[in-house]
């Protein structure tokens, strides 16, 4: 049974997440949409995953402009 059928983010792993916004931002747009380090100062996928995975108000806001921009990221699938 699907626990969570409503979930935009269901299935999609917080590495997929980020290696999309990535894609399409680059980590200069990203860290301006989103001012926190891992984006901002010597950014790579892994530091940003080890940040946003201890920190739950920056994970909040990377998911919440994945959502935003989802539509986007599937188009170029």
């Not at 999309?20 to 301006?32: I, Q, T, Y």
């Not at 892994?46 to 990377?62: D, G, I, N, Y």
Request: net charge positive; hydrophobic share 35%; charged share 25%.
């Amino acid at each position: 049974m699907n626990t969570q059928p409503f979930n935009p983010l269901h299935g999609i792993t917080l590495k997929t997440l980020v290696t999309e916004l990535v894609e399409h931002f680059g980590f200069e747009a990203l860290g301006k949409q989103i001012n926190i380090r891992c984006f901002t100062q010597d950014p790579s996928i892994q530091s940003s995953l080890k940040f946003l995975r201890k920190t739950p108000w920056a994970r909040e806001k990377v998911e919440d402009l994945y959502i935003k921009n989802q539509h986007k990221f599937k188009k170029n699938q």
